[in-house]
C-alpha cells in the first residue's frame, strides 16, 4: 500500500511540476510578448500613452515623457488632461473615444513644463480585456509641429506672394497709367507745336512773303534797309521756330531720316556754297578736304546731313574772326554692305573754355553768357546736331582750347548702293512760255489770300481763291484747274477732308500741294494717306512754289508720292527694308541662331499679313489689333524702319477705337507691302547665310 502511495505522490509531483513548468514559459512568453510591445512602443517618435477609465496615466513612452518634461514615475497616476494647453478640450476628445470607440487626427497642443509646446493630432482607441471590459484608452499623439511650422510658413508666404503680385499689379496700373499721362502729354505736346507753329507762321508768312514782293519794286535807299532788316528777322524768327520743332520732334521719336540714294561729294559741295558770301565778308579761308575713297553714291538721309553740317558750319562761321574753316571728311571704314565716315568741321576762332564742352550740347546752353549777347543764337543748334547724330545711330565729339578754336567731329554710317542717286531738286528758273497755269488756291485768311495771288501773278499763272475746302470742291465740279495749293486747317471742311473728297470721291488725280504752318511729322504723314502730292511749309518760298508747281504739272506724280515710303511700291529704285545690322548683335554673329530667327520670322509674317487683310476687310477690328500686334515687336529685330513701325500703331490704335480712320486702308496696304518685301529680302538673306556656313 505505501508503495502504491508512493507513486501516487510521484504522479502529483510530476503534474505539478509540468503545471509550473508551463506557466514558467507562459509567463515568459507573455514578457517577450510585454517587451515585444515595449520595444514598439518605445520606437514611436511621436507621444503614445495608456490612460484608465478614470483618466489617469497608466503608462507612456519615452516621446511622451520628452513632450512633457516629466519623469515616468511623475507622470503615472496623473490626470491625462493636465499636459494639455486646453485641458477641457482634451477632456472632451477622451470622452468621445470611450462613446465612439476610437478618434481620429483631434489637433491638440502638448505642454512642456518648460513652456515649450508640442502641436499633435490626437489619435485614440479603447482597449479590452478577455470579456470586452473596457480596461481604458491608447492614445497616440503625432508630432505635427513641423508640418504646421511649414505650412504656417507656406500659408505666409502664399499671403505675401499675393501680397507682391498684388503689389506688382499696382505697379503695373501706375507704370500703365503713368505711361498713359506721358503719352498723353507728347500728344499734347505735339498738339500744341503743331497749333503754335500754324498760329506762328501763319503771319511770318504774310510778312515776309510781302516782304518780298515790296522788295521787287522801286525803292528809295532807306526802304530798302528797313524791309531787308524786317526780312532778316522774319528768317531769324523762322530759324528758332524751325530750330524748337526740330528738337520737339526729335525728343518725341517723331523725326524721320529717309534712306534715299545720293552723291555725298556734290551734295556736300552744294550746301557749302552757302556759306561762300558769308566767309568771303569776314575774309576768312574755307578749306574743304574730301576722301576720294568714299563711294560715290550712298544710301542715308542727305537733308538731314545737310542740317548737321550747316549747323556746324554755321557756328564756325560766327565764331571765327579771322583764321581758316576746315571741313574734312574720311572714309573710316567700310564693308561689302556699308561706309562709316567721319565728318570734321575744325575753325580757329574763341574757342571753348574746358569746363563748358560738357555743356554745349545741352538745350538753350552756350559756352557763356555773354555769348549770345555778342554772336547771337538760342544755343539750341549744337543740341539738334547731337540728337540728329545719334538718332542715326552715330556719335559726336568735340575738341577745343580756348582763343585757339574748336573741332566737331562726328560719325555715321550709310549703306552702299549699286541704285542711281535721286536728281537734287533744282529751283526752276520762271519760264515765260507758261502763262496758261490755273490754279486753285484753298486758303481761310485773307492775307494769306493775297498773298498767294500777288505770287502767282508774278509768275503769270492764273489764280482763283477757296475760302475752305467745300468752295474748293464746288468750284472743282465746275471748272478745271492744272493744280491745287491747299491749306490744311480751315473752317467747314478743312485740307484734309478736301484732298480726301477729291480722291475718293471725285476720283480725280489733280496735284495737290499743301500748304502747311505745321512742319511737324503728324500734319506730314495725314497729307501723305489722304493723297496729297507733296507740301511747302509756310512762310512760303516763292522760288521753291514755282518749281514744286512745273514739277508736278509738268512731270505729274502718282497721288501719295509725298513720302519717301512710296519708293518702295516702284520697283526700279526700291531700296531694302530690312537691317540686320541688330539681328547680328543680338545674336553675336551666329549663323545657326540667325538662320533660326530669320526663319521664325519668315514661318509667321505671311499668316499675319493674310489675317490683317481679311480682319480689316471683315471689320474684324479685335483679330485686326491681335495681328498688327504681333507684327510690331518683329519690326526692331529685322531692322525695318520705325515709320512702320508707327504705321502699325496707328492700325492697332484706330482698330481699338475705329477713330479717325482717315486713310487706314493705305495703311494696312502698305503694311502688307513692306513686310511682304521684308520676308523676300530674307529668304535671299536666310539663303546667303547658309551657304557661307554648309
Partial sequence: MA???ESDDLIIARKALVFQKAETEKLAAELRIANYARSLIEASLDPLVTISTKGKITDMNEAFVNSTGMTRKKLIGTHFFDYF?????????????????SVADSPLTLRHKKGKLTDVLFNGSVYKDDKANVLGVVVVARDITDQKCNATKLNEAIVFAELATGIAEEAKRKAESATGIAEDAVKAKQQFLSNMSHEIRTPMNAIIGFTKVMLKTDLSAKQKEYLTAIKMSGDALIVLINDILDLAKVDAGKMIFEEIPFKMALSLSAMLHLFE????????????EYDKKIPEVLVGDPVRLHQIILNLVSNAVKFTAEGTITVSVRLLNEDEKKATIEFAVKDTGIGIPENKTGDIFKNFQQASSGTSRLYGGTGL????VKQLVESQGGNIHVTSKLDKGSTFSFTLSFQKTNAKAEMEAEIAELDAEIKDMKVLVVEDIALNQLLMKTLLDDFGFECDIAANGKIAVEKIHSKSYDIILMDLQMPEMNGFEATDYIRRIMHSEIPIIALTADVTTVDLEKCKV???NDYIAKPVDERLLYSKIIGLVKKPFPANAIAIEENTHNESKKLKCTDLDYLIHRTKSNPTLMMEMIALYLEQTPPLIKAMNKSF???????????VHKMIPSFAIMGISIDFENMAKKVQEYASTQKQGDGIHDL???LGNICTQ?????????????SANP
Fill in 530 to 532: 489722304v493723297g496729297m
Fill in 668 to 670: 494696312v496696304q502698305q
Fill in 381 to 384: 543748334g549744337l543740341a539738334i
Fill in 85 to 101: 494647453t486646453e485641458p477641457q478640450k482634451a477632456r472632451e476628445v477622451y470622452q468621445e473615444v470611450f462613446a465612439q470607440g
Fill in 678 to 690: 521684308a520676308c523676300c529680302e530674307l529668304e535671299e538673306e536666310f539663303k546667303r547665310i547658309k
Fill in 617 to 627: 476687310q471683315s471689320k474684324d477690328w479685335n483679330s485686326l489689333y491681335s495681328a
Fill in 3 to 5: 508503495l502504491i502511495k
Fill in 277 to 288: 558770301t558769308k566767309i568771303r565778308e569776314k575774309n576768312i579761308v574755307l578749306v574743304k
